[in-house]
Each structure stands twice: as structure tokens, then as C-alpha cells.
């Protein structure tokens, strides 16, 4: 391996820089303000701003989310539903109304129930 003149001097130069005082290199930076132990005001109007803002861009897509994988397909266990007419004049009662929109492709936004309650939440 052979040696140059500039590569001596490059390496010199290096040596003579990380040897030099570092006040002597660079200009002294200002002094930094003396750490504290008091804590900052908590502050949670931003915090429940953003939690506002951001809310209807999560529930919306799990509200509208399918459900039911085999939903208008052969093989959709909710599609098949069980009536009961009773003797008494009742109207008959059948578990469509509960697995219905299900059964239909719906989302959980579509249930009976939690479907009111959901409605209720932004998004």
C-alpha cells in the first residue's frame, strides 16, 4: 500500500483538528437555562378537540363494515330463518328481523338494536 503526500497531510490536518480546544474551533453556544422540577400546565382542549376530529374517521368504517362474510350467498347461515305463527291471533314471529340485515350485507349499523345506539356516535 503506497502513501501519497495528501494523504499524509489529510491525516495530519484531522489529527490537528480533534487535538484543538473546542473553544478554540468553534464559537462558545449560549449557556442553557437551568432545568426545572415544576411540572406544565396540563392542557386538555387541544387534546379533546383532536379526539373529536378524528372520532367520526374511526367509527365510520367499523360502523359501516360487513358483518356477515357469506352475506347473499348460498352458504349464509343467517338466511335461513324460523317463523312461528301462534294459534292465539298473534302475528307470527320470525327471526328475519333480527338476522335480516345481516343476512342482506349490512354492517352493524343495520342491527335492530345496536344499530339505534350507533347512530348515535359520530361518523
Known amino acids: 500500500m503506497t502513501s501519497s503526500p495528501a494523504t499524509g497531510a489529510l491525516a495530519a490536518l484531522g489529527a490537528a483538528l480533534l487535538l484543538a480546544p473546542a473553544g478554540t474551533a468553534v464559537a462558545q453556544a449560549a449557556p442553557l437555562a437551568a432545568p426545572t422540577t415544576a411540572l406544565q400546565p396540563a392542557r386538555v382542549a387541544p387534546a379533546m378537540g383532536a379526539l373529536g376530529d378524528t372520532t367520526g374517521y374511526v367509527l365510520g368504517p367499523a360502523k359501516d363494515l360487513r358483518l356477515d362474510p357469506f352475506a347473499q350467498s348460498a352458504a349464509d347461515p343467517l338466511n335461513n330463518a324460523l317463523s312461528l305463527k301462534p294459534d292465539n291471533g298473534v302475528p307470527k ?27 348515535a356516535l359520530p361518523g
Open 93 to 119: 314471529v320470525s327471526t328475519t328481523a333480527a338476522t335480516g340485515a345481516l343476512s342482506n350485507g349490512g354492517g352493524a349499523k343495520d342491527l335492530p338494536v345496536a344499530g339505534l345506539l350507533l347512530h
